[in-house]
Nanobody
């Protein structure tokens, strides 16, 4: 069973940047298409970015042009570079497979955008 561990969150001012990491262990990471999801307080968990095993990427409109998803299969890690952060990006960020979250959720990493 693949286990997921997210890291890299924190408190950042509007316009700032963060780089999130998701390390996977216990399985064949490279075969999975992976995504970054986020859940704001009182809202459902939504997919914001995805990357296939062949490195094709897709983004929701709200983050397009500001977020970049990437992966390093040798390190079993997927990244989310977040630039030009906005207060509405505040959420707990998680990674999991796409389409559909087939793996057990990790603990997530909190991103707070505030002045």
């Amino acid at each position: 069973q693949v286990q997921l561990v997210e890291s890299g969150g924190g408190l950042v001012q509007p316009g700032g940047s963060l780089r999130l990491s998701c390390a996977a262990s216990g399985g064949i990471f490279s075969i999975y298409a992976m995504g970054w999801y986020r859940q704001a307080p009182g809202k459902q968990r939504d997919l914001v970015a995805g990357i296939t095993s062949g490195n094709r990427t897709r983004y929701v409109d709200a983050v397009k042009g500001r977020f970049t998803i990437s992966r390093d299969n040798a390190k079993n890690t997927v990244y989310l570079q977040m630039n030009s952060l906005k207060p509405e990006d505040t959420a707990v960020y998680y990674c999991n497979t796409i389409p559909g979250a087939l793996l057990s959720w990790g603990q997530g990493t909190q991103v707070t955008v505030s002045s």
